[in-house]
């Protein structure tokens, strides 16, 4: 047994004991159990655990841009004047972009405000290939190993896009490091500083373009660090028609007007889920001929939509309210109405409420067919004809 007066640093000055524990217990917090009390030897550290140390803490995140040229999806818009809808920004667009390119200054940051599958990655890619610079392409949170490998491969000019930008200042971020401190991120933004353990240094002058689906959880310091916030202007349904048309002329279909505003009505204006019928019925056809009967295989039994893009779980909610939530007041009126747990729990979510909110909800309120009240979720006049339509 190892005694006081046997211990290998028995009797030397307190302040070096006290100093070299310190050490040991700062090891142990960056490389975790990696690091051991008996790896430290007479002296602070042992130099082959500081040569371990130093492993431990490069940096081993490579990062390299994205090919605009290597894409294998031809429904991606190349340019500007590809880009299908957007009559009031793509003018803007093309002002900044022009202006940037005859100043030789780096165009200021963006921020892309949208639903899913409307753009706003299309567009970002999109303005890096105007500007003729790379793209590198990004998921928040950005931790600080991927900034500052950004920060050796970038260069002035380069375009970083970091999609749902949201995520890099959530206020829930368990299982994510201190590495994504959202003051060092807004210091990146606003001076170009990257905030580093070992010290700061500069980043190179690029755009950041932001993108995310929930405006509700983007902070202001965040928004105000963005000069130029685009909005994207919702499709209609002729501009579903005329990009499933380019579409299928792109995937080498064959499909006529009435087949193209089949696609259109069906796609809930939006243009991934317009993509992802055009991708099944190319795979669905043998000889890239769409007729009626392809439409409607492709919507109602592949996708399990109705032709006005209902999807299922939609579809759930308004029979599911119609047939099970009827609440009949004194004074005559009926409601039909539940909380958005319940009706969660009915489409097979599991009480996931965002899932509602963010997948389900937005169309069926754009549409008229449902209301948000005190009482919960509930049927409109329409919502009510729409359902028993569904019911029958």
């Given at each position: 047994m190892r005694g006081p007066f046997n211990h290998p640093h028995h009797g030397e000055d307190r302040e070096i004991r006290l100093t070299r524990n310190q050490v040991r217990r700062d090891a142990r917090r960056q490389v975790g159990p990696l690091a051991s009390v008996r790896q430290a030897g007479p002296g602070l550290v042992n130099p082959a655990f500081l040569r371990m140390l130093a492993r431990q803490q490069a940096p081993s995140v490579k990062i390299e841009p994205t090919n605009l040229d290597a894409s294998d999806n031809p429904l991606r818009p190349a340019s500007l004047d590809a880009m299908v809808g957007q009559a009031k920004l793509k003018p803007l667009l093309r002002r900044l972009i022009d202006n940037a390119l005859s100043s030789g200054q780096p165009l200021d940051h963006l921020l892309l405000v949208g639903a899913s599958g409307t753009g706003k990655t299309t567009t970002a890619l999109v303005i890096a290939r105007e500007l003729g610079r790379r793209v590198f392409v990004l998921k928040a949170p950005v931790d600080m190993d991927t900034l500052s490998a950004l920060c050796d491969a970038a260069q002035d000019?380069?375009?970083?896009?970091?999609?749902?930008?949201?995520?890099?200042?959530?206020?829930d971020r368990r299982g994510l490091t201190q590495a994504c401190d959202p003051e060092s991120f807004y210091l990146l933004l606003e001076d170009g500083i990257l905030a580093e353990p070992r010290g700061p240094r500069p980043f190179p002058k690029v755009t950041w373009i932001g993108a995310t689906t929930d405006v509700g959880l983007l902070p202001e310091p965040l928004t105000n660090r963005f000069p130029l916030q685009p909005r994207l202007a919702p499709y209609t349904e002729y501009d579903m028609a005329v990009l499933a048309s380019a579409n299928a002329k792109a995937l080498g279909l064959i499909c006529g007007a009435v087949e193209c505003h089949m696609f259109a009505a069906a796609c809930r204006l939006n243009p991934r889920q317009l993509n992802s019928y055009m991708r099944s019925a190319k795979a669905l056809t043998a000889d890239g001929k769409i007729g009626v009967g392809d439409v409607e295989?492709?919507?109602?039994?592949?996708?399990?939509?109705?032709?006005?893009?209902?999807?299922?779980?939609?579809q759930t909610v308004l029979t599911y309210l119609f047939r099970n939530c009827r609440r009949p007041y004194r004074d005559g009126t009926v409601l039909y109405s539940a909380s958005v747990d319940t009706l969660a729990s009915a489409c097979g979510h599991g009480r996931d409420t965002k899932a509602i909110a963010l997948l389900v909800?937005?169309?069926l309120l754009q549409q008229g067919y449902l209301e948000v009240r005190h009482t919960g979720r509930t049927l409109t006049e329409r919502g009510i004809q729409r359902a028993k339509e569904l019911c029958r």
């Open positions: 000019g380069d375009v970083c896009f970091v999609d749902e930008i949201h995520m890099q200042v959530s206020g295989e492709v919507i109602v039994d592949l996708a399990g939509c109705t032709l006005d893009g209902l999807t299922p779980s939609q909800e937005p169309w």
